[in-house]
């Protein structure tokens, strides 16, 4: 009898707390909802954005929690590094590679390497000393020198989503390229440096281990891209082979989706860089697995990539709005409220100086090597790029929580005082500078100047819906639902303007010669029986 009424008591717990779960994702997916439509409804507001709606809805609906429960808890769910690094990020990176304009970026892909790299670097050198001889003064807590480092990478990483959303890809193509391309960098250099801080022995530091953490970045870069680029070249070949459209669409689009969340999970399982592994990934999947699917699977993983990206940086910025207010982290720090507010200041600051610091000196650098004036950065772009990383986001929030964080909870004070600081500063740079991007932008970069700026540039390769049907070389594009045909330039002109002997020149001519015969791709799709393609050939209704 007693064994009964345990297992009833103990079935009674379980399901209380499947119902509790279930009220919790219904109360997120609500606000997520509501995060949408507030959203479109504020697109054309000269300052909000939807990260910062976000961030709004998510702080409301923490207050509105720490009222309901008495001042416990501010969140409906609990933050998890695992949530944010293996279901939310690949989404939000493999998105960005599927629909990057790969002539832009790749022209522009040795200063992007430079300011995500090796500026990243020189930020994080700036901040990891900067934080040493200031925080000392401050006397937070017993803070050792891999967490001076750590805090070095956390504030590197940068969250460049307010300012691509002002930008135009198409408008200022150079611009684009250059704030996308760093960000995503940026990213996966502050993780590998923030890995390898907590992989080295510090306590016997040299210049050994300098020189080991600088190789051992080097080799996950070219490791990760090779992981990532091979992985997207076997989608390619099995699609084009097999064909999954003559049976059903479902399948190709789903082993699409299946391979570009294997290829982030390889990397992770062999200790490579799963942001650049699967960014590059869809780089080439967008060169070559889109082109041998059918068109309506075209259109279906356009949209598919687009939308769960969409929803998965909604996600992250609704629960940072809402983790803000989380009442445990701050009763450690309410005994010293301006110490808190000394520590945000001083990395805002730092954050601010050490992203000068390597802005303007290797844009300048980068100029020297730029023949054209239209591959120039000028001043006004300078000032733009180094505005766009100074907001920090969820990659910086999770990585202060695996650092200062112990089985969930904050238990020291020094480690309390940089979450909560880490929290201000993600609020601060997020909204405050978020709100000031479009004016800003619009301030240094009119209509008129953002049209003139280096016009010619490829459209991304997933929105070429029809390209394989045109024979004039007509690259597609959508907008609004319509299909708008834009000609490319005469071929005299292209030509008078344009170098025929570049690293891109010989890449066309080895990618048309042995890759795309092999792998497909734009010009190389599998030619069915009945298809749309085989209807447009012979004119068949």
Excluded at 467 to 490: C, H, K, M, W, Y
Aim: charged share 15%; proline share 4%.
């Amino acid at each position: 009898m007693d064994l009964l009424s345990s297992l009833v008591s103990l079935g009674g717990r379980l399901s209380t707390s499947d119902h509790a779960s279930v009220v919790s994702i219904n109360i997120f997916v609500a606000l997520l909802c509501a995060c949408i439509v507030i959203g479109h409804l504020l697109e054309e507001n000269r300052w909000m954005n939807e990260s910062i709606t976000a961030l709004a809805i998510g702080l409301c609906t923490g207050f509105i929690i720490l009222l309901t429960t008495g001042g416990r808890s501010s969140h409906i769910m609990i933050f998890s590094e695992d949530l944010f690094f293996i279901y939310l990020l690949p989404p939000i990176i493999f998105n960005a590679g599927f629909q990057v304009k790969k002539k832009q970026f790749f022209r522009n892909f040795m200063t992007i390497t430079l300011f995500g790299a090796v500026g990243t670097m020189i930020s994080f050198l700036i901040i990891s000393f900067g934080s040493i001889e200031l925080f000392k003064k401050l006397d937070i807590g017993p803070l050792e020198l891999g967490d001076y480092l750590a805090i070095g990478a956390i504030f590197s990483a940068t969250d460049s989503v307010c300012t691509l959303q002002v930008l135009n890809q198409d408008e200022t193509p150079l611009l684009y390229s250059l704030v996308f391309g760093e960000g995503v960098v940026n990213d996966a250099t502050s993780v590998v440096l923030f890995n390898a801080i907590q992989n080295f022995d510090l306590v016997h530091i040299d210049t050994g281990i300098a020189f080991q953490v600088v190789g051992n970045f080097i080799y996950l870069f070219i490791s990760s891209t090779l992981l990532g680029a091979l992985t997207g070249l076997l989608s390619a070949y099995i699609i084009k082979k097999l064909y999954f459209g003559r049976h059903s669409t479902d399948r190709e689009v789903a082993i699409m989706i299946l391979m570009a969340y294997l290829s982030y999970m390889l990397a992770e399982l062999l200790d490579l860089s799963g942001i650049l592994t699967v960014f590059f990934c869809g780089i080439v999947m967008s060169h070559y697995t889109w082109h041998n699917v059918t068109e309506s699977s075209r259109v279906t993983t356009k949209h598919a990539f687009a939308t769960l990206s969409f929803i998965a940086e909604l996600f992250i910025f609704l629960y940072v709005g809402m983790d803000a207010l989380d009442i445990e982290k701050w009763k450690f720090v309410s005994s010293s409220p301006g110490k808190s507010i000394s520590v945000s200041a001083i990395l805002l600051g730092l954050v601010m100086v050490g992203r000068a610091a390597f802005v303007f000196p290797l844009s300048l650098l980068s100029n020297l090597f730029k023949k054209s004036r239209n591959e120039k950065i000028d001043f006004k772009q300078q000032v733009t790029i180094w505005w766009a990383g100074l907001m920090r986001g969820a990659v910086s929030m999770a990585l202060a929580y695996n650092q200062f964080t112990r089985s969930g909870h904050t238990q020291l004070h020094g480690n309390a005082i940089m979450i909560t600081s880490t929290i201000t500063v993600v609020l601060f740079s997020t909204v405050v500078f978020g709100l000031m991007t479009k004016p800003l932008i619009r301030l240094l970069l009119p209509s008129h100047a953002k049209s003139s700026q280096n016009g010619g540039s490829e459209p991304s390769s997933p929105k070429s819906l029809l390209s394989p049907l045109l024979g004039n070389g007509q690259a597609p594009d959508f907008e609004e639902g319509s299909l708008i045909v834009t000609p490319r330039p005469p071929s005299l002109r292209m030509l008078l303007s344009t170098p025929t002997h570049t690293v891109h020149h010989y890449w066309r001519k080895f990618d048309d010669a042995f890759m795309r015969p092999v792998f497909g791709g734009r010009g190389f799709v599998p030619f069915v029986p009945g298809s749309p393609t085989e209807r447009s050939v012979h004119g068949w209704p």
